[in-house]
């Protein structure tokens, strides 16, 4: 059995060295690597579901999808090919398959934007501090600004990246971002030090 | 507080809350993979049945477990340490044993046969879990089977045995045995059955090793000669040939004669088959518990399959084509002669399109050259067939109702219900007929279910290829069972069963989704002409979006978008096509499962093109067939043990070395286009195999 320490991309690697490991994980999964599928998971596994709960605003829904992320990059990764957007990749399928489940849950009359939480009642490792700040990401922000957001904290896209993974202008991504990161800061203040 | 603060926050919260749970990654994985080629093998009418028997004749050439201990040896060892007090067998056919002491650790561990000798392999022969604890050393031994395949079927079985002369011990370590392989299984496909049994030391080890079989399963064997009443000379011996996959499934028929086993039911297809010293290969699976008892036995030739069912007990062929190879060296015939045939075929079905002319014909050849396909339209029915390209016989049928308006072609056969079906509909005369209570009865006798717990029943009354079948189809608890029943003899065909949803929730499968209410049994109250679809649609959006992801490609990114909706055997399938750069993507999805059907992507080599040209004077370098082969191979995932149909072909397309290969493994087909200088993947396809 594996056991994955929690590792997580921070901000602090270069980046294009960062997508080159991205890259060859994903080819050594493709060929059946589950040690290098392992190293892949712990990456970015925070990105995924990230991107999955800034669609589906649900810990539950998220934590499935971004569980389906990894199957699916397990099942259809050995048909990769390396262009040097590994992370791109991934979020694109997590983005797809969180879309393909907001609208099964749309059809079936599910969604109801009151419910939403961003994170499961009972997961062990958050903190309290966890909590609040997720929670605010959650409820001051917009659906774009969620989105920008929580992929720049956590994938280590840059800006330019992300306005092409979320098709929309780079100012856009610029702007909200910015206009994000101000309101995270004025409902967090007093709150933490 | 600071950005940098905010970001470092928010990625150690998601970090924190987002699911780490690898494991379940890889079960489910492993799961996809079987349900996908399920879903798949089910998709294309015509190789529908053949796909699903490959599927388990390869699951079924080992899939049973049994595992045994046995304890009391004791004593006369080195000690109390090293004294076996219980021996633990682990059975995949082929066994395992384990020599457990006091302390319930490993002492030794013995492969019985040559599969368990590859399956210890990367465990030092077993050395590594001399010393371990039981449970972690079956642990182990469960995980390899899971990871080899052993245990993902439904009629995978596991024979637990408990030998050991302190019966409240064994009682005690059997019990703990079995619930920990059925929970562990209840993660994996909660397919296999646990069987077990616990009893004090006998003679037994002894008749075992006579033998060279577990212990365990020379328990069975005694078991069942005593409870079936053999008693025929030898039949340990003789029984000690049988799988347990044979041996569980005559324990349950009862039957107190000895079936022919795999080897000899296969000896008795390829001699009636004419196939004898023509160095085919043979798939066998018993069906013990079938009725009549069998063994289906599948010829592998150089120019396609044939399947046989023999007497499980006579070694009488009950089915299959005879003279496979006589047939072969014959002239062809012409397409008219063909087509001919299969106007024949049709007349004799449908007598009022006798006087009909085919429109719209198509005629090709398969890529084997050994069959025609045919299509034509007549009478607003579109026909397909499979000629044998040699005989003329009809290999396989099929007839689909041409939609006069809305999208798509629904698939229905001509209903052969006489009273129901509107004068113009072709009826296909079936000679008997069982009936839709009898077909009911025979999938609930072998799914063992009482038809008061059955839910969501639905009967369909089918033709497949010209034979008249029930695929029957219910749910009891959140069990769902598809059965086809022969609908002349009541034999189950095929059947399968997969867990759905939670018990008791109302939530429908996402593969199968329920459109009838769940008290509507008869789907004859439909008129025989409705051709509306009757699975969910995921809509186009997201059959685009299944590919995109399945390419990896955002939507941004590609040109030249294509989508078209479309019916294939009654199957809501969207063909998708796109452009990324040079690259030529065509997805045909599952459009009511987004699963993804087939795929194929052409091009993206452009700029190796360039390089190879600019590069100057190398076009000739050329890795050559073995390394192009294996290059295909790496690709594909697949050993070359597995490979059959190999073809390779040299190409030198405008100055540049290409490789074609193709090659089946299971039930698929690939094609690869390898570069000569290079070898990376041109192009790849993976399709059904024909």
């Known amino acids: 059995m594996l056991i994955i320490s929690g590792l997580t991309v921070s901000g602090t690697h270069d980046p294009e060295e960062d997508k080159q490991t991205l890259d060859d994980l994903i080819v050594r999964t493709g060929k059946g690597d589950r040690e290098a599928f392992a190293e892949l998971y712990g990456r970015t596994r925070a990105a995924v579901y990230a991107m999955a709960l800034s669609y589906l605003k649900n810990a539950e829904d998220a934590e499935d999808a971004a569980q389906d992320t990894f199957v699916k990059i397990l099942t259809s990764s050995g048909a990769y090919v390396p262009k040097g957007t590994p992370m791109a990749w991934i979020l694109t399928i997590t983005r797809n398959l969180s879309l393909m489940r907001m609208r099964r849950r749309m059809r079936e009359g599910e969604l109801s934007p009151e419910e939403w939480d961003a994170i499961p009642e009972d997961a062990p490792r958050v903190t309290s501090e966890d909590r609040l700040v997720l929670g605010e990401a959650m409820r001051s922000l917009t659906d774009e600004e969620r989105r920008i957001v929580l992929l720049h904290a956590s994938s280590g896209l840059k800006h330019r990246e992300t306005a092409k993974l979320l098709e929309l202008p780079l100012s856009t991504v610029l702007s909200k971002y910015n206009r994000a990161i101000k309101k995270l800061q004025s409902v967090l203040k007093g709150e933490l030090v | ?690």
């Open chain 2, 1 to 690: 507080m600071n950005e940098n603060r905010i970001n470092e926050m928010l990625d150690s919260a998601l970090s924190h809350a987002a699911p780490d749970d690898l494991e379940n990654v890889f079960l489910r994985a492993e799961k996809e993979k079987e349900k996908g080629s399920e879903i798949e093998v089910t998709e294309t009418k015509t190789k529908k049945k053949f796909g699903k028997w490959q599927t388990w004749q390869r699951v079924l050439v080992a899939a049973c477990l049994v595992l045994v201990v046995i304890g009391g040896v004791g004593g006369i060892l080195l000690g109390q340490a090293n004294a076996v007090v219980s021996v633990v067998s682990l059975d995949v056919n082929p066994g395992i044993e384990l020599s457990i002491n006091r302390g319930e650790k490993v002492i030794s561990c013995r492969a019985v046969n040559a599969d368990a000798e590859k399956l210890l392999s990367d465990m030092g022969g077993g050395r590594d879990l001399e010393g371990v604890k039981l449970d972690v050393a079956v642990n182990a031994l469960v995980g390899a089977l899971v990871r080899a395949g052993y245990l993902n079927d439904i009629s995978s079985a596991i024979l637990v045995s408990v030998e050991d002369d302190d019966e409240t011990r064994a009682t005690r370590i059997q019990q703990e045995l079995v619930d920990y392989i059925d929970g562990a299984l209840k993660g994996e496909s909660g397919q296999a059955s646990v069987f077990s049994h616990s009893t004090t030391r006998s003679d037994v080890e002894a008749i075992a090793r006579d033998n060279n079989i577990s212990t365990g399963k020379a328990t069975l064997i005694n078991e069942i000669i005593k409870n079936n009443g053999i008693t025929d000379e030898g039949a340990f011996e003789k029984l000690s040939l049988l799988t347990v996959k044979e041996l569980v499934e005559l324990k349950r028929t009862g039957d107190s004669r000895i079936p022919i086993g795999s080897e000899l039911a296969a000896s008795a297809a390829i001699e009636y088959a004419g196939a004898a010293g023509n160095g085919v290969r043979t798939d066998v699976d018993p069906e013990l518990d079938d009725v009549p008892p069998c063994y289906e036995v599948e010829i592998i030739t150089d120019n396609g399959k044939y399947e046989y069912t023999v007497d499980a007990y006579t070694g009488e062929v009950l089915t299959g084509a005879r003279d496979i190879f006589a047939s072969a060296p014959k002239e062809k015939l012409t397409e008219d002669e063909a087509l001919a045939a299969a106007k024949a075929h049709m007349a004799a079905r449908f007598p009022e399109l006798a006087g009909s002319t085919p429109e719209s014909v198509v005629i090709r050849t398969d890529d084997k050259d050994s069959e025609y396909e045919i299509e034509f339209i007549c009478g607003g029915y579109k026909f397909e067939y499979d000629i044998d390209i040699y005989t003329a016989s009809v290999l396989d049928w099929d007839v689909e109702k041409i939609n006069a308006g809305g999208n798509g072609s629904g698939s229905v056969m001509p209903s052969p219900s006489e009273t129901t079906a509107p004068p113009t509909s072709p009826t296909p005369a079936p000679s008997t007929d069982i009936g839709e209570d009898a077909a009911k009865a025979a999938a609930f006798s072998h799914a063992g279910v009482k038809e008061a717990d059955v839910t969501s029943l639905r009967v369909v009354r089918d033709y497949d290829n010209g034979r008249l079948e029930y695929d029957v189809e219910f749910r009891v608890g959140n069990i769902e069972y598809e059965y086809e029943i022969n609908g002349e003899t009541g034999v189950v065909i095929s059947y399968d069963r997969e867990t759905v949803g939670q018990a008791g929730t109302t939530t429908p499968p996402a593969t199968k989704p329920e459109t009838e209410p769940p008290t509507t049994t008869k789907p004859e109250t439909e008129p025989p002409t409705t051709t509306k679809p009757t699975v969910s649609d995921i809509g186009a959006e997201s059959a685009k979006a299944a590919a995109f992801a399945h390419a990896g490609v955002g939507e941004n990114e590609v040109s030249n978008l294509k989508v078209e909706r479309d019916y294939d055997d009654g199957i809501l399938e969207y063909e998708v096509e796109f452009r990324v750069g040079n690259a030529k993507y065509e997805y045909k999805i599952n459009g009511s499962t987004g699963a993804v059907i087939s795929y194929d992507v052409e091009g993206d080599h452009h700029d190796d093109d360039h390089d190879h040209n600019s590069a100057g004077g190398n076009a000739s370098a050329d890795i050559g067939a073995e390394k192009a082969k294996a290059a295909a191979f790496s690709h594909a995932g697949v050993s070359e043990a597995d490979v059959r149909a190999l073809k390779v072909e040299r190409e030198n397309e405008h100055g540049r070395i290409e490789y074609e290969i193709e090659f089946k493994v299971g039930a698929y087909e690939y094609e690869y286009t390898i570069d000569g200088a290079t070898g990376k993947v041109l192009s790849h396809e993976k399709d059904h195999d024909d």
